[in-house]
């Protein structure tokens, strides 16, 4: 089992507006803790730099942290779905 503070290989990102006009993240990890595309047994926390995020042209104001994420044995929990009540496609990006 992934222990605290344990890295991943890649992550990623495949955005998508959903019925509602939210957009929608599906991450896919790959390489070191990870399994078929998910995180591998542990306990996780995702932090999305705001630097990385791009709506409309306009940065993400504020870094997002959502720790306490807990998968074992494929069972995952904490808040699903991740959606984001905002209007337009964010894009990840380099600094």
Same mark, same amino acid.
């Given at each position: @089992?992934?222990?605290?503070?344990?890295? %991943?290989?890649?992550?990623?990102?495949? $955005? *998508?507006?959903?019925? *509602?006009?939210?957009?929608? $993240? @599906?991450?896919?990890?790959?390489?070191?803790?990870? +399994?078929?595309?998910?995180?591998?047994?542990?306990?996780? @926390?995702? =932090?999305? +730099?705001?630097? @990385?995020?791009?709506?409309n042209?306009?940065?993400?104001? &504020?870094?997002? +942290?959502?720790?306490? %994420?807990?998968? =074992?044995?494929? %069972? *995952?929990?904490?808040?699903?779905?991740?959606?984001?009540?905002?209007?337009?496609?964010? +894009?990840?990006? &380099?600094?």
């Amino acid at each position: @089992m992934a222990g605290d503070n344990a890295a %991943i290989g890649s992550i990623s990102v495949a $955005a *998508s507006t959903n019925g *509602s006009g939210n957009t929608v $993240a @599906m991450l896919t990890f790959s390489g070191a803790n990870t +399994e078929g595309g998910s995180l591998g047994d542990g306990d996780w @926390m995702l =932090l999305i +730099e705001h630097s @990385m995020v791009v709506s409309n042209g306009v940065d993400m104001v &504020s870094d997002y +942290e959502q720790s306490n %994420i807990k998968r =074992l044995f494929g %069972i *995952s929990t904490g808040p699903a779905p991740w959606t984001a009540p905002i209007s337009g496609c964010w +894009e990840p990006h &380099s600094a």
